[in-house]
Structures are given as structure tokens and as C-alpha cells.
């Protein structure tokens, strides 16, 4: 394996819980209101340091979407994933964008999220946005 060249992030930073690799900007995020097994999750523009997973088909709380799980870099626990395609039309905002569940990750100002007895079973998704 090559060397890991890790970018860190300046202001307020989600960062893997694990190892405590930066991950996103809380100034990249779109939505606070999505959820995964675990919990809540963010929808961000843009996250640094992972690295993406297979493609594959998912039926979301808000339809089919073609998702692939993200990995940090520097660990490689699953952190979230990222909307490669959607197939309703009403959904086309998050293609591109990568979600991160909060389970996973540590807040800007060090805190853990953790599960809660209400987190969804099942498929992932925004309830609103």
C-alpha cells in the first residue's frame, strides 16, 4: 500500500470516532435530518479522508438510490455512505453527497453520539429535509 496522505480540516470538524481522522466541515452540511440504523446522520457537500465502497442498489425510506458505503482512511470503519445515483426525480439533490452517521463520528466539539432505542431498522434515509 502507498502512503496515506490524510488532509485535516480547519473550524468546527466531525471526525472519526475510532481515530479521530477529520472528515467534514460542520459548514458542509445540508441536512441534519436524516437517519441510519443507528441514529441520526448528516447529509454533507463534501467529506475528506475516506475512501468509497461498492455501488450498489438500496431501498431508502425515500426510494431506490445506487449508494456506496465510505470508510475513513485512516481506520477504515464504515462512516457512512455516499448517493452515487437517484432514481426519483425529487431526490436528485443528494446525488454526489455523502451522508455520516453521527453513531460514527465525533462532534465539532468532541462529543459522541450514541444510539438511541428510536433508531429505524431497515433502509436509511432522510425523513425531511
Known sequence: MGRLF????????????????????CEDIV???????????YLFNKVVNVFVGKKEERLMMTGMH????IFCVGCGSIVGWKYET?????????????VLERFKVSGPDGSNYWASHEAHVGGSDADDV
Do not use: M, P, W
Not at 31 to 41: D, L, N, Y
Not at 66 to 69: G, L, N, S
Open 31 to 41: 441536512s441534519k435530518s436524516f437517519h441510519s440504523r443507528h441514529g441520526k446522520a
Open 66 to 69: 445506487t449508494v456506496a458505503d
Open 6 to 25: 490524510v488532509v485535516n480540516l480547519e473550524g468546527k470538524i466531525y471526525s472519526c470516532k475510532h481515530c479521530k481522522t477529520h472528515l467534514g466541515l
Open 86 to 98: 437517484a432514481h426519483e426525480k425529487s431526490q436528485k439533490y443528494k446525488e454526489g453527497k455523502s
